[in-house]
């Protein structure tokens, strides 16, 4: 079985300054896929940054990315210069792949993180 | 926009009654998931469907129950609704079973 730990109920960070938003991570399958979303109050999921198991560079998408340490199972989402537009809930997720065999591809989330960033 | 759409936005019942949640893929997409985010299970997986073939069920009540049509749109239909059952509910579509999932904006259910 999969699970998600993220340990900060919520957070705050000043705006333009880069904060870390902890996830790790616990599976048996060798190959596997980590997803952050970001749902605004809104309450719309919107997917951020993907990170594949394999990856050996860490992936990024703009002001986003992820900082992956497969030995200490650990995905943590780095956001650089921060907005006020940032401030909603992140969740990390994860999911198997293709080459873990047979079976469902459902993301597993963690509890999320609110982020709530200060003009 | 994610491209992927759900109808309606809002819903609001009672106990006992039965809804249908519609949803409707990214242009291309296979594949199509449901969760259900409450506050105190969190998100939580349903089913998945592929090419119209169920592929995966998660924690779905039996009073729950999903089909996805040819088109590829896919409609859960929950039935003898309680207290709760209120939350809100995903639809997300995938490219192919195992790609990225794109999420809509969600149905928010309210039973009264």
């Known amino acids: 079985a999969q699970k998600i730990t993220q340990t900060q109920p919520g957070m705050f960070v000043q705006e333009k300054e880069a904060v870390t938003l902890d996830c790790t991570y616990d599976?048996?399958?060798?190959?596997?896929?980590l997803f952050w979303y970001k749902q605004p109050s809104s309450g719309e999921m919107i997917f951020l940054i993907y990170q594949g198991s394999y990856d050996e560079q860490n992936a990024t998408e703009g002001r986003y990315s992820l900082n992956f340490q497969k030995a200490r199972k650990s995905a943590n989402l780095v956001i650089s210069a921060s907005q006020l537009g940032d401030s909603a809930m992140y969740f990390c997720?994860?999911?198997?792949?293709?080459?873990?065999?047979?079976?469902?591809?459902?993301?597993?989330f963690g509890k999320g993180t609110k982020l709530s960033v200060i003009p | 926009d994610s491209g992927v759409t759900q109808t309606p936005k809002h819903l609001i019942t009672a106990t006992g009654q039965r809804v249908t949640l519609r949803c409707s893929p990214r242009?291309?997409?296979?594949?199509v998931y449901w969760y259900q985010q409450s506050l105190d299970q969190g998100l939580q997986f349903l089913i998945q469907?592929?090419?119209?073939?169920?592929?995966a069920k998660g924690n779905i009540l039996e009073r729950f129950s999903a089909q996805q049509f040819p088109d590829l749109h896919s409609e859960l239909n929950l039935s003898s609704l309680e207290l709760g059952d209120s939350a809100l509910y995903f639809c997300?579509?995938?490219?192919?079973?195992?790609?990225?999932?794109?999420f809509g904006p969600g149905t928010r259910l309210l039973v009264l």
């Open positions: 242009s291309g997409d296979l594949s």
């Open positions: 469907y592929y090419n119209g073939e169920e592929r």
């Open positions: 997720a994860m999911r198997r792949t293709l080459y873990s065999g047979a079976g469902s591809y459902q993301l597993t």
């Open positions: 599976t048996s399958d060798q190959s596997y896929g």
């Open positions: 997300a579509s995938s490219v192919d079973r195992a790609g990225t999932q794109y």
